[in-house]
């Protein structure tokens, strides 16, 4: 730890790092290396925004640890989280209405791995709020919090060991990403193939449709309900009758 800080100081960075290592080796390290490598699972669309929301907070709380609790920081963690937390409903949301047991991928502990965004996102929340509690009056975190002069921090060797192996977690995501849905212009896909380092297979289903969509944009996206007929009030011009 840092020997200049506080005790009350050190408990708030490792309590920080710990944050870290949990919320990127643990959900992002385990559906990237243990489900995609082992498995061969790949990420939907909406799998892939909800561990690109986790690698933000992930690279925030870094942020956090080598310049101190920014307000900036602190505001864009909750910020993530909030993101996180609509685009864990979002996916659930898509098996929800639908009977026990019913949706895509594997398990963790029961419950499909995309739900747990839900639950990751809401702890970040939570760890977060009690993070803020270590900030006390006359610590070096409160003068971080409104001082405008960012100044490094060194880091522990536990910090730095953290900060190594979110690296190759990032870097294994964005290397399973590129063989899964390809270099842009390609995008991610809604129905994914099993992950295969057979290229001959992988590019046969890299995709552009996303732009096609950005044409014809719509709130609702793909999930847009055919117009109900409703003579001399909604009809349709493309439905027809034959009698």
Known sequence: M???LNKNDQYFYLFMTTAVLLILAVPVGFANIYLGYFHNESPC???WFERIGMVIIGVLGMLILRYGPQIKYIVC????ASYGIYTGIRHTASWWQRDVGIG???KLVGAHTYTWAVVVYWCVVVVMSLALLFIRKKSSMMCDLVNEKIKPKPLSVYSKIVFTLSFIVVCSNAFQALIVNGIPPFTGKSNPDRLTFDMSIMIKTWTTEVWSRLAKFNLLGKN???SVFI??????KNLTFER
């Open 2 to 4: 840092n020997t200049y």
């Open 231 to 236: 003579k001399d009030l909604n009809e349709p």
């Open 104 to 106: 895509l991928g594997d």
């Open 77 to 80: 963690v909750f910020l993530s």
């Open 45 to 47: 669309t909406l799998c």
């Open 224 to 226: 847009v309900p055919e």
